[in-house]
C-alpha cells in the first residue's frame, strides 16, 4: 500500500462515533461523486474492463470533485 502512497489505519473499539460527521461532511459528498463519475465513464463505454488503475481515476476525480473546503466546511 505504501508504494501508492496510501497508509491503512485501524480503530480502536468502539470509537467510530467519533468519525460519525465524516460520513456527512466527506463519505457521502464522495459517493455521490463517485456514481456519477462512474455513471458518466460507463454510458460512453460499452464494454470496460475494469482494473485498478481505472478505479484510482475514478477515485481522483470523484475526490476532487467531492473534497473541496466549501463543500467540508473548512
Not at 462512474?38 to 488503475?53: P, T, V
Request: proline share 3%; glycine share 2%; charged share 25%.
Amino acid at each position: 500500500m505504501k508504494d501508492f502512497g496510501l497508509d491503512m489505519i485501524t480503530l480502536p473499539s468502539h470509537t467510530s462515533y467519533a468519525l460519525q460527521s465524516l460520513n456527512v461532511s466527506c463519505f457521502k459528498p464522495f459517493k455521490i461523486a463517485f456514481r456519477k463519475v462512474k455513471d458518466i465513464i460507463m454510458s460512453k463505454s460499452n464494454h470496460m474492463e475494469l482494473d485498478k488503475i481505472i478505479l484510482a481515476r475514478w477515485v481522483d476525480q470523484a475526490l476532487a470533485q467531492s473534497l473541496t473546503k466549501k463543500k467540508s466546511g473548512l
